[in-house]
């Protein structure tokens, strides 16, 4: 069996992993107070979850499917980052931030390192086979 891109696909199936644990963890903490912000949060973290247990596939396995497989697999991936994205933005939107907290500092600290993440990403880095710009994307997005 040859993983064609093994760090990226670790590092999808770890954020996945991670993913799947904050959407598990804002299932138990919604209550009548929350409901709608949470349900947002639980859905955008599962969505999440899909993109990068799918996009780890992709990346790790490509060598093994036939093409229609993978071009299945890269839009679940796409369409899976979309929904959970706008799901998240959903959960901000209903949680009535009102005045500059904590929150609000996470939230632009997670928007600015995903931006610089993107960036890196975009350069096409390559260090060696085993390292490449989609690894340098998950390593510049904090994980």
């Known amino acids: 069996m040859q993983i064609t891109e093994p760090v990226t696909m670790l590092t999808d199936y770890a954020l996945g992993a991670v993913s799947l644990y904050f959407a598990i963890a804002f299932s138990r903490s919604i209550g009548p107070k929350n409901r709608t912000c949470g349900r947002f949060w639980l859905t955008g973290f599962a969505a999440q979850s899909a993109a990068a247990f799918a996009g780890g596939t992709y990346h790790g396995f490509a060598a093994m499917f036939p093409p229609s497989t993978l071009l299945s697999l890269w839009n679940l991936t796409v369409l899976s980052i979309g929904a959970g994205g706008a799901f998240m ?21 997670g928007l600015c390192l995903t931006l610089v993440g993107f960036a890196v990403q975009q350069t096409g880095l390559r260090h060696g086979a085993g390292f490449n710009h989609n690894d340098a994307f998950v390593f510049g997005d904090g994980f």
């Open 89 to 109: 933005i959903a959960g901000v939107m209903a949680s009535s931030i009102k005045k500059p907290d904590e929150s609000r500092r996470w939230l632009w600290a």
